[in-house]
């Protein structure tokens, strides 16, 4: 008898597990799915706490008492274990970030002058809010999403879509599915920032994107000036001042207001101070800052017009790159890149990224900065391959489509951009990039020698740069990428050498002759135009120089 009932109790069992396995099969859509999109009646988190007396969240959602999400078992399902490093996994303090509340208050960093601005919600357009991750701690990512929902009005927010790009762990963004309003698409494999965002923007049905990182947090208001600046100016991306959130101790601190964004040659992004006509530009201190760079990953556009100006270049990998990429974009094709003083959202800034590079990083920043340059920059690329001599040779992909973009949308020219938007990077005059050329168009070579000690020659003109690339600096100096075109020391002979203070290296390039700066001796080509000498300078059609730009206007 007793084994009879121990016999149907297992059978019991056994069915019962076996249909539970049957039903999770059937309606949980297969995890290698590109377009993974959980429908509501999938909304069933078993670390959902419901509460009977609260009516279906709608409406207003304040997730300050996290109604309906059990956030401990949440942030407890990943803590970093005893004898674990805390910044192991994330590059910045996991530890202390998953001890804050994801409804904590941050201090509120506007200017007065924000406080007192009255926005007409009614007026606004909504927004669809697109994070995409990877590998994101579970702590920061919520408090993402509930600084979202927490500090925006709720007729504002049509959705937020999580864009998980193929993290380790599925179960960060799917068990955020019971709190409201969040939808989450996984990608098949790993797709970058940028494939994974466009995915995120493609499954969005608000009529404005709004991207923030995955590791962010919203001040009060955030989002009404970013939105009212988008209604007087459609064709415009803005991005919000973004706060500092201690990588160490998560403490939200106030970035400067006075800062725009802006690069260098690299193409590393840097944040400039406001040049005095910048300043003059702007009537009030909470106007929006016209900005030559976005930082990235924090900004609202109007969704048809991200569609319309080409969303972003879907061959840029992983990280990097992109930012240029839009930012020369939507200036160069009639646009305008904004940041909203009165808009705040704080970020996790970290020293180094938490995650891999399948291709590695800086082959992975040199392809995307290069199809950027290769795009957008004309001439001016050539700064940027003197800045990173490593990118000219370097495989950077088709670019057909993007150049026919560009072409399409009839955007003006790197130049045009320099001197309107961002004049403080527009070369000085002692700072060309060119070629060197004779009388018959031969132009100076390093005939592919890079040696210290190596001779230069002659070459006919081929118009491409490279081995005929030369760039001059405020030190007088002629360079082919790192290296100094400089005399020997008996003054005759020409030699690529480690650029240096010394004489030997200074020259004057004003008078159609290449002279010595601090001598009398003149490049002299051979009258077979093969290499060059020096030799006292005297009226002679051999030690005619051009130096011509490859600038284009
Ligand atoms: O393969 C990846 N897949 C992803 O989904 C790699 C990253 N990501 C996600 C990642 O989880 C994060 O949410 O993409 C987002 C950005 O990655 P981060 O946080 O590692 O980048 P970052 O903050 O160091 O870098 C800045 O520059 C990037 C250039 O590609 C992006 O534009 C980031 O969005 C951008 N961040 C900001 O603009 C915040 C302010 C930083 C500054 C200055
Ligand atoms: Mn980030």
Redesign the pocket.
Known sequence: MKKLFRFLTSCIIISILLLTTLTLWLFIPSTTDPYLHFPDDLRQNPLLQRNPDSPEAEGPFNLGNLMYFDEKSYIDGTRIKPGQDPYGKNAFNQEVSDDIPAGRQISDQRQVQCKIQNYQIAGLPATSVV??????ARSTLLRTVVSILDRSPPELIKEIIL?????DDIETGRLLLTIPKVQLIRTEK?????R??VMGANAATAPVLT??????ECSPVWLQPLLQRIVEKRNIIV?PI?DIISMDNFKYISASSELK?GFDWNLH?K?DTLTNRDKQNRLSSIDPISTPM??????SVERNYFFDIGSYDKD????????FEISFRVWQCHGAVEIIPCSRVG????KK???T?PEGNGPTYTK?TKRAAEVWMDGYKEYYYAARPGARGFPAGDLTERKKLRADLNCKSFRWYLENIYPEMLPSTDQRIGVIKNIDNYCLDTLGHTSHGSTVGLYPCHGEGGNQNWMTSDKHEIKNENACLCADGTFTNLLITFCSDKPECAWDLSEHTVKLLNGNKCFTRSPDNTFVVLETCQDTPTQYWEFSSLLIA
């Open positions: 994070i995409c991750y990877h590998n994101e864009v998980d790009d193929f993290s790993r797709e970058g920032l940028v994974a965002r991207f923030l990182d995955s590791h962010c991005s973004i964004g992004f944040w976005i930082a990235g990953g924090l900004f840029m990998d992983i990280w990097g790159g992109e930012n970020h996790v800034f970290r990224h938490p995650y590079f995307n």
